[in-house]
Structures are given as C-alpha cells and as structure tokens.
C-alpha cells in the first residue's frame, strides 16, 4: 500500500504491534463489545437488558463504535497509546484465572479433555469446523501492511512486533481454554449460556466473573480500535486510485488522518453487528481465505516475473520455497471448508458465495461511477527501489 506519512504514527512501537496482533487473534475477544458488556452487567448488577432487547444492544455497540472511530481519526499513535491499556486490564484477570485453575486441578486431577469430540460427531467434522473457528481467531496478520507508512522503522519493528505476539499468542488461546476445561461446566455449554466469564465465576468466584468480564470489555474494544485502525487504510486508497469517490481521500485538518474512510469503515460495522457471530465468523473466514489464495497468487507471480525486485522481506528457498509457503496456508483453507461442508452441509456456503459473486458486480459498478477510465493514481511499478 502506498500512502503518505501523516507524522501521527511515528511513535508506534514494537509493544502496540504485539497486542495488536495478540488481541486480534485471541479466541475469546473475538467476541464483540457489547457481549462482554452483557456478562459485566448481568455478573455484577444482574441486568440483563442487552440480552432480551435487540435494540439497546445494538445502540450500545453503535455507540462504541462511534466513540473507537474517534480515536481512530486522532491518529495511530492515540490508537497505540489506548491499546497499552486496554492489554493491562486484559492481562491481570486471566492470568488470575489461569493460577486458580491450575491450583484446583492439581488438587483434583480430572481429564478435563474428555471427550475428544462432542457426541454424534465425527472426527473429521468436529476438526474442520473447529479449524474455522480457529482460522477466524487469526485473521488479519496481514493487516499490519496498511499501515506500514504510518510506523517508524517497520523493517526492525514488525518481526520483532511477530517474535513477542506469536508465542503470547499460543499461550493466550491454550491457557484460558484449559483453565475453562478444568472449571467442572459442561463444555456443550460454551458459546451458549456460559462464556469467559461465567467460567471464571466458577474457577474463582463471582469476583474474578467480573473482572474477566471488564477486561473482555477492554479487550473486545482494543480489538476493535486496531481493526478500524488497519481496515480505515483501504477505502482511503481505493479513493486515491479512484474506486471510490475522491472525499475518501480527504485529511482531517488537525489530525492528518483519514477521517472520511474511518468514518465509512465504522458504518459499515455498524451493519454489520446486527448479524450473528456464528454466521459472520464462518463467512469471514471464507471471504478471507478467498483473499488469501489470491494473496499467495501474486505471490508467486511476482517471484516468477520479477525475481530481481527488492525485497525487505524474502522468503528463502527460492521459487520452490515461495510455493511450499503459500500452498500450506491453502491446504488448510481447503480442508478447513471440506471439513465444516461435510458437517454442516453447504447451506453456509450460501451468504459468502454471494458475497463472493458481488465482487466482480462492485469491481464494475464502481468503475462505471468513479473510475471512469482515468489512469491509477497509485503507482505499483515493478522497478528497482519498489516493494512486492
């Protein structure tokens, strides 16, 4: 992506980078704001106003995503300094949870991974949808490419960024998942009426429920804040190459930042918060798979027709490596679909096939309108000094 550098990012660090990467993927903030809202309100006053009335629901999320957009218009570095924060708050109750558990499970060993599979499932099925879900927790590492010129120094800070998140990474998913196990709630539960922190109401205490709760509120809106903060970037160059009308482009006067395409990106989650996690999950992680094939095509082309061209980052190994790389993510892409058809049927197929199909309708519409055979703005020359 190539955009000027409006100075609001210079102070992003290695430390932003990493929650932004760990809170992105972490299976339980992937839920959104106002479904750790719920649980503090219900755990600590006993309302439960968000879960009976749809509409306060969605005025509740609306609002935070109103008050995360401003954020994002006051620039990266407000982004940054907010999600320092938010990991603070994060960190402490689930580490406290962890401890709990693993102090009550060796007091009363149990095999809280039994059974293997839920009943009447399959093996294959229960691995294949699960492996959605999974997928779904760790979109987005690309997403760090948009706002690549908005970071000082990204060659040195984003693979240190990637050493610091992928272990934290691992950790965060296994460690409150077997804490949960071990806390004696039947697993077909989960997801249900039982969530983070109904589990650590049960491994600690209605204390430790709420402050879970709270630090899944901070985490789910520090999620949110880094996702606007990457997402913001594409409708801003798909405006300076003319896919869209040409105010997308537009700076804020004080802050330099987007604030046009930030503000479009947070109607459109606005939107999009009216539907079902289940559902938007398995079509995110389909519509994002798409896009990643795609990815690891020009991948591979670029290596093919520009061998010579530099690159800061170089996977080794030659062609053969470029390729051994990419089709690994796109065999678990496939077995990942193959698996969830075979339990769920096609019938999910069906939203993201259409949203697939309206691809190619936007491409010519938007064309049509806005692009009107004018030349790109945005220069992607395969010379010497360009990055692939």
């Known amino acids: ?75 990266a570095k407000a982004v940054g300094d907010s999600s320092k924060v938010f990991a603070a708050m994060v960190f402490t109750p689930f580490i406290i949870m962890i401890v709990l558990a693993a102090v009550k499970w060796a007091a009363n060993p149990v095999p809280f991974w039994q059974p293997l599979t839920p009943p009447d499932t399959g093996l294959m099925g229960a691995f ?40 934290l990474v691992i950790l965060a998913y296994l460690l409150p998942v077997v804490a949960g196990l071990s806390a004696g709630v039947d697993y077909a539960r989960w997801g249900d009426s039982v969530n983070f922190p109904e ?47 040409s105010r997308y482009v537009q700076r804020h006067p004080k802050y330099g930042t987007p604030y046009r395409a930030v503000i479009l990106s947070a109607v459109i989650y606005a939107l999009l918060v009216v539907g079902p996690f ?16 795609l990815q690891f095509v020009a991948l591979i082309v670029l290596r093919v027709k520009a061998p010579d061209m530099p690159r800061p980052f170089r996977i080794p190994g030659g062609l053969l490596g470029v ?32 949203l697939l199909a309206s691809a190619p309708v936007a491409f010519v519409v938007l064309s049509a309108l806005f692009k009107r055979g004018q030349a790109d703005t945005l220069s992607h020359e395969l010379t010497s000094g360009s990055h692939d």
């Open 128 to 167: 294949g949808l699960g492996l959605f879900i999974v997928m779904y927790n760790y979109l987005g590492w690309d997403g760090v490419s948009t706002i690549l010129e908005e970071i000082r120094n990204p060659l040195k800070v984003i693979p240190k960024a990637m050493l610091i998140a992928v272990p």
């Open 199 to 245: 589990l650590a109401r049960a491994i600690g205490g209605r204390w430790l429920g709420i402050w879970v709760a709270l630090g899944g509120m901070f985490c789910a809106m520090g999620l949110f804040n880094a996702m606007i903060l990457s997402n913001s970037r594409l409708p801003f160059v798909f405006a300076a190459d003319r896919y869209l009308p």
């Open 1 to 75: 992506m190539h955009s000027q550098r409006d100075g609001v990012g210079d102070d992003l660090h290695p430390g932003f980078l990493a929650f932004r990467v760990l809170d992105e993927f972490h299976d339980h903030h992937r839920a959104d704001p106002a479904d750790y809202s719920s649980s503090f309100l219900n755990l600590a006053f006993g309302v439960d106003l968000l879960d009976t009335s749809k509409l306060v629901r969605w005025l509740v999320a609306a609002t935070l995503i109103a008050v995360f957009a401003w954020v994002n218009i006051r620039g």
């Open 278 to 293: 289940e559902t938007l999950a398995v079509t995110t992680v389909l519509l994002y798979g798409v896009s990643l094939i």
């Open 323 to 354: 390729i051994v790389v990419a089709l690994l993510p796109v065999s678990i892409i496939v077995l990942a679909v193959r698996g969830t058809v075979l339990e769920e049927g096609a019938t999910f197929l069906m939203l993201a096939g259409l």
